[in-house]
């Protein structure tokens, strides 16, 4: 079945370090986008892609990079300059110039510091 | 500046009654407009959408919902409530401010609690 595949589905993160959370899709997406849920406050956007190779920022996207060096693939590094990264974060894609098409989401990877 | 609301942070109803879950909705261009399904720990799950043509559209699991324009809402309906319909239900439309064609502004959520 084409879908979205996050992981790990839970990861740590010491202080001071790096991590990177993985997003593959199978559907043949152009689009792809990595949001941030926190309680109470939606999902806001930190980074999208429309194409390979180029990538934009999105409402929240300092302390966090990105890379899009294939189609199907958009990891999501959470860097050390994020101070607060304890959240769940989910992956999404859509098609290309798709006004009515609804994005599809992966099953998110929970972030907690230790 | 373009925006989804969710005036409700939880509906709590009765299992076998009707449930609305509500959404306001302010944006430039053509209101296309989209309702989610979130599980614990889960991703969201699309529920249904409205593009064009009729106001009251019917989406997965016997939820539908109604697009009124003049009071720009677009609230989400079930005839009646199960007990897995328990989730978190998240309004979206198509954000026209961005050149990014699929990107979506979501409401902050609204919890739906079903009792027994």
């Known amino acids: 079945d084409g879908g979205i595949t996050q992981s790990p589905k839970y990861l740590f993160r010491k202080e001071g370090q790096n991590v990177t959370l993985s997003c593959e899709q199978n559907l043949n997406h152009d689009a792809m986008y990595w949001y941030r849920q926190d309680p109470g406050q939606g999902l806001r956007l930190i980074y999208y892609?429309?194409?390979?190779?180029?990538?934009q920022k999105g409402d929240i996207a300092e302390g966090y990079s990105v890379s899009r060096e294939k189609k199907e693939s958009f990891p999501l590094t959470v860097t050390s300059a994020q101070k607060n990264p304890t959240a769940f974060y989910l992956c999404?894609?859509?098609?290309?110039?798709?006004?009515?098409?609804?994005?599809?989401f992966g099953d998110g990877t929970r972030l907690s510091i230790l | 500046a373009q925006s989804v609301a969710q005036p409700e942070d939880q509906v709590n109803v009765a299992e076998g009654n009707p449930l609305t879950v509500k959404c306001t909705y302010s944006?430039?261009?053509?209101?296309?407009l989209f309702w989610y399904v979130q599980y614990p720990n889960r991703g969201l799950q699309f529920l249904l959408k409205?593009?064009?043509?009729?106001?009251l559209v019917k989406g997965s699991y016997g939820f539908e919902a109604e697009f009124n324009k003049s009071q720009t809402s677009f609230h989400l309906k079930k005839p009646s409530a199960l007990v897995s319909d328990s989730a978190l239900y998240f309004c979206?439309?198509?954000?026209?401010?961005?050149?990014?064609?699929?990107?979506?502004?979501f409401g902050q959520g609204t919890t739906l609690q079903v009792k027994p």
């Open positions: 999404a894609s859509s098609l290309k110039d798709s006004y009515n098409q609804p994005q599809h």
């Open positions: 892609s429309q194409i390979v190779n180029d990538f």
């Open positions: 944006v430039s261009g053509n209101p296309y």
């Open positions: 409205y593009i064009t043509g009729d106001n």
């Open positions: 979206a439309v198509r954000d026209w401010g961005s050149s990014n064609t699929g990107k979506l502004i």
